[in-house]
């Protein structure tokens, strides 16, 4: 059942990782994603969390995480939701704040972004969950990507479901994390730096309504 998966995403080993409050001019961001296949649905939420610097655009991940999932009724932006409510409870164990949330779905940013909850009681459950964590972090944008600027956070969504295991990865491994991690935090720069690069070009909006 979804509520079981639901409840061994969350064990992690995460709340012990040590706090570092990002510098000022230091911007937070969260990229999530989620993906589904088979029958009953197996599924992955993937979250990649980077830290970005305004004055020289260098971007540094801070942590990658993927929840597997299994459920009849599991569907894409379900799993995505877990991956983002999995993310949000990282940056808040870590204190971090005005968080910049992204994602690859338009409707379910405009939810979120609007306050108004999806069709559906499948959905709602997670969606007021991972509400009320984006207002602990105070989530200051949220904005819609095509897929191909979220590709980290989907990758990690399809490695989680091929490999039927929940992954996580902090940036303390970054010394001795292998070449494939490597790739993987490449890739998360180049979502960065698209990121980045639209955030400068719409004027730093800070409104929390924001949608591309």
């Known amino acids: 059942m979804l509520t079981t998966t639901f409840r061994k995403a ?31 649905e197996q599924g992955g939420g993937g979250t990649v969390i980077a830290q970005a610097n305004v004055a020289t655009g260098q971007a540094t991940v801070k942590y990658m995480g993927g929840a597997y999932l299994e459920s009849r009724k599991l ?9 983002l409510l999995k993310g949000l409870k990282f940056c808040r164990q870590q204190g971090w704040s005005a968080v910049h949330v992204v994602g690859d779905n338009d409707m379910d940013i405009r939810n979120y972004a609007t306050r108004r909850a999806p069709r559906g009681n499948k959905l709602q ?16 944008t949220w904005r819609s990507v095509q897929r191909e600027h979220n590709t980290t ?28 991690w490597g790739a993987i935090r490449n890739m998360a720069t180049r979502d960065v730096a698209h990121w980045l ?14 949608t591309v």
Not at 16 to 28: A, T
Not at 128 to 134: G, N
Request: aromatic content about 8%; proline content about 5%.
């Open 10 to 40: 969350f064990c992690s080993p995460t709340a012990d990782h040590g706090r570092v409050l990002p510098k000022q001019g230091v911007l937070i961001i969260l990229f999530y994603g989620g993906v589904t296949t088979g029958s009953p």
């Open 75 to 83: 569907t894409a932006t379900a799993a995505a939701n877990i991956g």
């Open 125 to 140: 459950g997670t969606y007021w969950k991972t509400r009320r964590m984006a207002d602990a972090v105070t989530v200051a």
């Open 153 to 180: 956070a989907r990758t990690l969504a399809n490695m989680v479901r091929t490999t039927q295991q929940p992954m996580e990865w902090l940036d303390s491994m970054a010394n001795k994390d292998g070449g494939r």
């Open 197 to 210: 690069t639209e955030w400068l070009a719409t004027g730093n909006p800070q409104r929390a309504t924001e």
